[in-house]
């Protein structure tokens, strides 16, 4: 059974600083998806990560896959107010099956 | 419409009763899935379709169904609901299940078994 966790679950942070979220499964895959959600909210793509050493970028988010160890980092950089949220990593478990970790509540304070 | 839409926005039903809960796309994507979401277990898929006339099972199928008539719908039924399907309940679509492809999400119907 494929399994993926997210560490840590919560995560309270100053502005300005950096941090990493860390997302490891269990199986081989090589292609892995983080997403945000606000609270009360849907679900919103960030990062599509498609193979080993792959790494994007998008303002202070920054994503990267090493397949090998079977783990994914979402980096923030200099963390701001508005990227409070939920974030979630998911694995592709077979065509048309996603398993989604447990997600990392990030709280961002002023 | 635009992008994925989902009724109701919310319910509250009886244990034992039937409900539908509708899903529809406009972005023509041949994919279509339906999640659930508890707190401190993430999203889990139910249901999916690859295509108009086809389904699979995803992680927790039991006590749900699905049809996927045309490309746009992909309604989800609960034959006769029980409470521990209380839950947030997402429908997404992706342009294909072809590896490396995003899905977008729906707003989710927050049900309530009594």
């Known amino acids: 059974e494929l399994k993926v966790e997210q560490n840590p679950l919560f995560l309270s942070m100053q502005e300005g600083k950096n941090y990493t979220i860390y997302c490891n499964y269990s199986?081989?895959?090589?292609?892995l998806y983080w997403y945000r959600q606000d609270p009360g909210k849907s679900l919103e793509s960030l990062f599509v990560?498609?193979?080993?050493?792959a790494v994007k970028q998008e303002g202070r988010l920054m994503a990267s896959l090493d397949t090998k160890a079977r783990l994914s980092t979402l980096h923030i950089t200099a963390a701001v107010h508005d990227l409070s949220a939920t974030y979630f990593c998911?694995?592709?478990?077979?065509?048309?099956?996603?398993?989604f970790g447990t997600g990392t509540r990030l709280k961002v304070l002023a | 419409i635009a992008g994925i839409t989902q009724a109701p926005t919310s319910q509250i039903l009886a244990a034992g009763r039937r409900m539908t809960l509708r899903c529809t796309q406009d972005?023509?994507?041949?994919?279509m899935y339906w999640y659930r979401q508890d707190l401190g277990l993430g999203l889990r898929l139910i249901h999916y379709?690859?295509?108009?006339?086809?389904?699979g099972k995803g992680e927790v199928p039991d006590g749900y169904s699905v049809s996927r008539a045309n490309t746009d719908d992909f309604p989800l039924t609960l034959a006769s609901a029980v409470p521990s399907q209380t839950s947030v309940y997402f429908c997404?679509?992706?342009?294909?299940?072809?590896?490396?492809?995003?899905?977008?999400f729906g707003p989710g119907t927050r049900l309530t078994v009594l």
């Open positions: 997404a679509s992706s342009d294909s299940g072809l590896a490396g492809i995003e899905q977008f």
């Open positions: 199986t081989t895959s090589d292609r």
């Open positions: 990560l498609l193979s080993n050493g």
């Open positions: 998911a694995v592709e478990a077979g065509t048309y099956k996603y398993i």
């Open positions: 972005m023509r994507h041949n994919a």
């Open positions: 379709s690859n295509t108009a006339g086809t389904t």
